[in-house]
């Protein structure tokens, strides 16, 4: 069973350029969470989607930052117009359920360079 | 709002010797989860161990438990006999256990050096 996918591991953005972020969840994963990790901080959560639906969206900044689960296919973190202040590790997790003894599965991480 | 503090930035052990990670946390909720992860410098957060709140035992994986406090609001994690591979950034988290989002809440981290 595959673990959780991101890709790219890996973008350079130069800054007022979008960013698009990959996360294919665990197979029969329906919850996604993404998570941001500056340098040397923890990670900080940004969103909570089910298949097509935003379920908490309490730590995303309100502008130029997106995120979808659509029915089929990865989820997607979309940044516009990035600014040096994005750089960072963009963290994915899946979850089977929505329960409390269902535990996230994190993917390796995208590092998000803006240039 | 819940929070997660860790207090040591760095610390350092002696191979095969023991340490403990600190960690507090504030919440006013009774049932919720607690949980050690690692980052080595690949940055994969490895689940270490896991602590749910309703249980008075600690957690135990191998050489690495916890010492968990409710009451204080402590949930440390010790190490025993350390290796090499076991240096690496280490996250407390917290979740919570009601109805929610059960997003994690991660502290600042403690980056562990393992002295051969």
Redesign the interface.
């Known amino acids: 069973n595959a673990g959780v996918m991101q890709n790219p591991r890996h973008l350079v953005r130069r800054r007022g350029q979008e960013a698009r972020l990959r996360c294919s969840p665990m197979k029969g994963h329906s919850h996604v969470?993404w998570?941001r990790q500056l340098p040397e901080?923890?990670?900080?959560?940004m969103v909570?989607l089910q298949k097509e639906n935003i379920?908490?969206e309490s730590?995303m900044p309100k502008e130029r930052f997106s995120a979808e689960f659509p029915k089929e296919g990865p989820s997607i973190l979309r940044i516009q117009q990035v600014v040096r202040g994005d750089s960072a590790?963009y963290?994915c997790?899946s979850?089977p359920g929505?329960g409390?003894s269902?535990?996230?599965y994190?993917g390796?991480?995208t590092?998000l360079t803006v240039t | 709002a819940q929070t997660v503090t860790q207090s040591q930035p760095e610390m350092s052990v002696q191979e095969a010797e023991t340490v403990t990670l600190s960690c507090t946390y504030d919440t006013s909720e009774s049932d919720y989860y607690l949980f050690w992860y690692k980052q080595p410098p690949s940055r994969q957060m490895i689940l270490v161990i896991r602590q749910e709140a309703y249980k008075q035992q600690n957690a135990t994986e191998n050489r690495f438990s916890v010492n968990f406090q409710k009451a204080a609001k402590s949930f440390s994690l010790k190490i025993s006999d350390s290796q090499l591979g076991d240096a690496a950034m280490y996250f407390c988290a917290y979740r919570s256990a009601p109805s929610g989002t059960y997003k994690y809440i991660f502290g600042t981290g403690t980056r562990l050096k393992v002295l051969a």
């Open positions: 969470y998570y901080e923890g990670l900080k959560f909570y379920i908490d730590g590790a963290f997790a979850s929505q409390s269902y535990e996230q994190f390796p991480g590092r």
